[in-house]
Nanobody, 118 residues
Framework: QVQLVESGGGLVQPGGSLRLSCAAS????????MNWYRQALGKARELVAG????????NYADSVKGRFTISRDNTKNMVYLQMNSLKPEDTAVYYC???????????WGQGTQVTVSS
C-alpha cells in the first residue's frame, strides 16, 4: 500500500512562487529516485524534475531550468519542488513519482493542481 501524497498546489499570479511537497509512506524511500511530472490540459505528461535516491543527480526540463529546484529529505520521506518565477505555461497538474530503478517499477501520487494566472 505505497502512498504518495502531494500538497502545496494552488493559484498563483505570474512571477510568483509555490513549493510542492510529496509525502511518501509504506515504501523504502531511500531506494527510490523521485521525480515530479506535470500534465497540462490537452498535453502529454512530461518530466519536470528528478533526483536520485541519495539526493544527487538532479535533472530538470529545459522549460523550468533555473526556476525550479527539486530536493528531498530521506529522514522525513519527503520530496519537494520549489517553483519560482512561475509562468502561465506552468499551469498543470503536478504528480509525484517514485521510481525504483532496480526493478523498473513506479508509484504515483494523485496530483496537485497548479494554476498560474492573473
Amino acid at each position: 500500500q505505497v502512498q504518495l501524497v502531494e500538497s502545496g498546489g494552488g493559484l498563483v499570479q505570474p512571477g510568483g512562487s509555490l513549493r510542492l511537497s510529496c509525502a511518501a509512506s509504506r515504501l523504502t524511500f531511500s531506494l527510490y529516485r523521485m521525480n515530479w511530472y506535470r500534465q497540462a490540459l490537452g498535453k502529454a505528461r512530461e518530466l519536470v524534475a528528478g533526483i536520485s535516491s541519495t539526493g544527487g543527480s538532479p535533472n530538470y526540463a529545459d522549460s523550468v531550468k533555473g526556476r525550479f529546484t527539486i530536493s528531498r529529505d530521506n529522514t522525513k520521506n519527503m520530496v519537494y519542488l520549489q517553483m519560482n518565477s512561475l509562468k502561465p505555461e506552468d499551469t498543470a497538474v503536478y504528480y509525484c513519482n517514485a521510481q525504483n530503478t532496480a526493478i523498473s517499477y513506479d508509484y504515483w501520487g494523485q496530483g496537485t493542481q497548479v494554476t498560474v494566472s492573473s
